[in-house]
């Protein structure tokens, strides 16, 4: 159903895969007639130049890229990360300010004679991105909002990047596998949670992608359920979602397990999902519409009776982000492409019951798609 | 040296410390002529509502507040958050949209007859707010960006926060001595950091107020340093910044451990630290500027000849985030308040060499501070 097949490369896409990530945005620039990009999205940050570090919130960066249209791009930041920026921003000159970006900025677009300056608006707050402009303004510089321009490049993996998700899912799988293995009623949720982030950190991964979940019984009817301390009970479905964060890339999966037997109702429920699941993965491939994949698996749901039960899309891009572009769902025209990584993973959630919720990891190909996952632990159907 | 007294409480002020927060925002929604705040920023929100979710990221928000300058405030979030919305935010009543905010907000605007809308740019990125601004003119309303109306609010803890904040800072300073107590030379820095995190776990905390730093030798020299796989060897000294949060609120502690005997090197610079940290915690009281506690500490260090090696501010607030206002820096001119929570936090860092860094957190009062806490781990000086 899912096609799989390792494509031959040529040794242009090999090359491509090779070029450094800031020759293409300094080429976006170019046409766009923007002197140079300030990078200030953290993933963007890193997928541009390297650089690993975390910002600790959205008002408290690890620094900035200025990435001219032409010439060497430049990694400004503080003090505290100076080590850290020279040794793994390869080919970034590291430029240190000391009491914030703007007035090294200044100076340094001044230098460079830049007249016009993209800013992403989707990633600076907007009292900095005012105070930027203004400033910039008093200096003779306009700074334009641009979204997207690093994103795009985002959004097709290269074989590496892929090979790198790979192995994110694959030690995902792992530690679900050795915490499933453990599993036993009368374990609270939280205490199953810190066993995932516990074999994150003893089989190396860089931690969890995003907060574990695992929602037990009526727990499980929230999609974003918080671990607390009920303990799981034999019989009800149990939805673990979780994801391992490996050289920075993300993977992201759900199981919905249920231990000792269940009834009659989760099975039912639990085939209506993996059925849906199917259908959309089956539909995933380049140059249809993400709406498509969406409804391929909603179709399935909404005949059951169960349509307003599956409140969120289908699925999302994941990569440097476990959240990222495209998104699968109702209202998405954009088209899928070759190389895209994306989720499928419909959910039903009935309050006060529960919820079962399915998810895999696919890269999108030509025809079809291939399935990352490995994992069968699928309720016997 | 540092005045420790409990005050007697006045019913007033005991009156005070109970008032729904969401009041104190309508009055200054009134001083200012704005018909409502629309509070984005996660800490405000929980401030003023009791809703505790967290968002996944600054673009995947868990839910607004709308507060009307007169009348019931509404928590709008989507259907995921729902019940967590209804039974946490007591007194909001709580508004799904389907599709992102701004449908729901032009309707609920419309029928309240707002004119005037603040919004937290300080908390909402810039393209949002574009879009919030242009969408809402429209419909004729004004969103006026307004910066710090909840943060002014949450900068003097009432006494029922320095309870939460005090044990958040019991439970660090219990956790911090558990883990103390098993450090051996040949453990590594991310076994160490994981230690903490698992014992934060098993004693009931939240989670990590932040990314635990445990940084042996050389690495110590990096302020805002990542665990690495280094293990820590007898002798050189072992920075350990560590939080826990605990009922929402933080802690935030640093000591600089030496495993085995510390070398004179060592224990001068640690004894001119420590010398540095007092004089910054005699300094801190109510009504002086916040640069004043940060210069009676950093004297000591320019004195030694090392202020270059103190590359950072004396420390900031502490309450629902771990890093808010005020900043004890050089260059702040604000007053300290009674009330305030700060950290004390001077530091000296020898690249190559390593660092030393100590910290407590404090309660400014009117003749002094109040440090909250106990422990005593600072090499025998």
Known sequence: MISVHSQPRSAAAAERDQQAPFLAVQKKLRRQRLDALLVSQPENRRYVSGYTANDTSVAESAGFLLVPARGTPMLLTDFRYQLQAASEAGGFEVLLYRRGLLGLLKKLLANRRVKRLGFEGHYMLYSAATQLKKVLAGHGVEAVPVTGMVESLRLKKNRAEIEKIQKAVQLNEKIFQEVYATLRPGQTERQVAFAIERAMHENGADGPAFETIVAGGPNGALPHAVPTDRALQKGEPVVIDMGTRLNGYCSDMTRTVVLGRPDDRTVELFRLVRKAQ??????????????????????????????????????????LAVHEAPSLNRHSSKKLMEGMVVTVEPGVYLPGWGGIRLENMVVVRKNGCDNLNADTTFLDL
């Open 278 to 319: 199917l259908a959309g993965m089956a539909a995933v491939r380049a140059g249809i519409a993400c709406s498509r994949a969406d409804k391929a698996a909603r179709d399935i749901i909404r005949r059951a009776g169960l349509g307003s039960r599956f409140g969120h899309g289908l699925g999302h891009g994941v990569g």
